[in-house]
């Protein structure tokens, strides 16, 4: 079950750019836990030395962990095979002496408690392995010993509760469609323009991405559709890579209709939480949420019931849920651009849920309780979505006006780019003696004025907050567009005989020039400003 602290990396780098040192990590971490372990203990042995020696003394085997590499029959009270990280072992239990004391030493080892590997052996040697164990206690530990021991298969208990789930539910559909339906929804918005890396928040938005200012309008179905919105390939793969690996489990055990119950429920309060915070200045989309209400529900459901559930599932379960929930949580917190609000708010969801929804290790009690703890439990999902929505502060920032706002500058941009290069083609005509200066001039009101207006009214939509970099270069684009249309609607007054247009008021139009010099050159020096920083 180690595989859930994998998961921990996938939701960590959810929504992170610049992750190739934390994929490097996972892929590292990955070879650790998958590579066969009778490679790594027979790279220890010599050539042509057997993994294990049995004889009328005790057993004999290289790959014991600790210093002690012999037992002798008479330390040995029990052995029991139990399983660490997804390798199966066989734990001795030796008499507690001073050559081998039962306590931990500082790196956690315990003496009296060796462990041999069982990976680098095939099942039919595992067999006859523990065969040999059994028959080599029975010979030591006379039929009036009442300290018999034999070799009690933990992991039995183990496979017979993952058969019993497994047979409940053989196909786990409901994980199946949502993984099915993420994807599709990606593959959709891949289509409606959305970037394979990156997606960009005006399109998560009108997408239907969850944003405080736009559910504050009354749009709170965003609660529910950003969970299946994600911004790029790997953000949508890292999910689903969690989902798959954690959510059959859940499903098997809370059946098809709490695990939809589960994961919707933790979703839309994973979204609510966000409002408070992430969501109050960014566009939050992701299945995250309601990956960590999953994993909640199923260390809560473990947890609860660990008494009566096979010790070497509980402990496994609990372990690597706790280490996923911590790794990922720590990774939430240290990294830019990841919904911990969502996450944290999934996760208390999904534990909540489990509290009150019933599992199915007791059948009996499930099928007579079901229904009942299930409106219960959506009444809760409900009221605590409605509560975290309605006590959310006012949104930070308008996304949609602040989304329409940058749209606007870059259609006052491109206006402005328009009437910059019409007005230089006339100078350009005057010169070269295709048009007359007075022609310019009257071509100044009737046709350049009405562009730059244009470019004004866009300018005047045009918003940014006011801690992006782009504010003092917007408020700069527009005094210069202000000034210049100033200028060309500026009525021009001409000498007797000439032809040659002056400015009705020469005062206005020099300040014009000289601010038009220094605002001009602010601009130059903010856009090689934002350039670099690029």
């Not at 610049?18 to 490679?39: H, K, R, W």
């Not at 949508?236 to 809370?254: A, D, P, Q, T």
């Not at 994961?263 to 992701?286: D, E, K």
Request: proline residues 4%.
């Amino acid at each position: 079950m180690w595989l859930g602290s994998l998961i921990g990396f996938a939701i960590g780098v959810i929504a992170a750019k610049g992750s190739t040192f934390v994929l490097f990590t996972l892929v590292i971490i990955g070879m650790a836990v998958l590579l066969p372990m009778e490679l790594i203990y027979r790279r220890q042995m010599r050539p042509g030395q057997p993994l294990v020696m049995l004889d009328d003394n005790g057993i004999e085997s290289p790959i014991l962990n600790g210093k002690i590499k012999k037992l002798s029959w008479d330390e040995i009270l029990g052995i029991t095979i139990e399983s660490y990280q997804n390798n199966n072992f066989l734990k001795f239990q030796l008499t507690d002496t001073p050559a081998h004391p039962d306590k931990k030493n500082f790196i956690g080892q315990n003496s009296a408690q060796p462990m041999l590997p069982l990976n680098p052996f095939a099942a039919d040697e595992q067999r006859n392995l523990i065969a040999a164990l059994n028959r080599g206690l029975e010979r030591f530990h006379l039929p009036d010993n009442a300290t018999t021991a034999t070799v009690v298969d933990s992991l039995a208990e183990d496979r017979a509760l993952e058969k019993k789930l497994k047979e409940l539910t053989p196909i786990p559909w409901v994980t199946y469609f949502l993984v099915a339906a993420n994807v599709l929804i990606w593959g959709a918005a891949i289509v409606q323009g959305a970037n394979i890396a990156h997606t960009s928040a005006d399109k998560l938005l009108l997408w239907g991405g969850n944003a405080a200012s736009e559910v504050q309008r009354g749009e709170w179905w965003r609660l529910f559709t950003a969970t299946f919105l994600h911004g790029g390939l790997m953000h949508l793969f890292m999910n689903m890579l969690g989902l798959v690996s954690i959510g059959i489990l859940v499903e098997r055990i809370y059946g098809h209709r709490l695990y939809m119950l589960i994961y919707v429920g933790s979703g839309l309060i994973g979204s609510a939480l966000s409002l408070h915070f992430s969501a109050q200045t960014a566009v939050s989309v992701g299945a995250s949420g309601a990956i960590f209400g999953v994993t909640g529900a199923l260390l809560v459901g473990v947890y609860q019931h660990r008494d009566r559930l096979p010790k070497t599932f509980s402990r496994n379960m609990i372990t690597s849920m706790s280490v996923f929930i911590i790794y990922s949580l720590l990774q939430g917190f240290s990294k830019q651009g990841i919904d911990n609000a969502a996450h944290i708010g999934g996760l208390l969801g999904g534990a909540m849920l489990a509290f009150v929804l019933p599992e199915r290790f007791n059948m009996e009690h499930f099928l007579a309780n079901w229904k009942k703890r299930a409106a219960l439990g959506s009444a809760l999902a409900a009221l605590m979505t409605a509560c975290l929505t309605m006590t959310a502060p006012s949104a930070a920032i308008d996304q949609r006006m602040m989304i329409e706002g940058q749209a606007a500058f870059i259609e006052a941009m491109k206006d402005f780019d328009v009437a910059v290069k019409t007005m230089q083609k006339d100078q350009t005509d005057v010169q070269a003696g295709i048009m007359t200066e007075r022609e310019a001039d009257d071509r100044s009101r009737s046709v350049l004025a009405p562009l730059f207006r244009k470019a004004q009214q866009d300018f005047s939509k045009a918003t940014f907050p006011e801690t992006d970099p782009r504010l003092p270069l917007l408020n700069d684009m527009k005094r210069m567009n202000n000034l210049i249309l100033e200028s060309m609607e500026m009525a021009s007054t001409y000498k007797e005989g000439s032809d040659k247009p002056e400015p009705a008021d020469p005062q206005r139009m020099a300040e014009i020039n000289a601010e038009l010099n220094i605002v001009g050159a602010r601009i130059q020096q903010l856009s090689q400003t934002l350039k670099n920083r690029h």
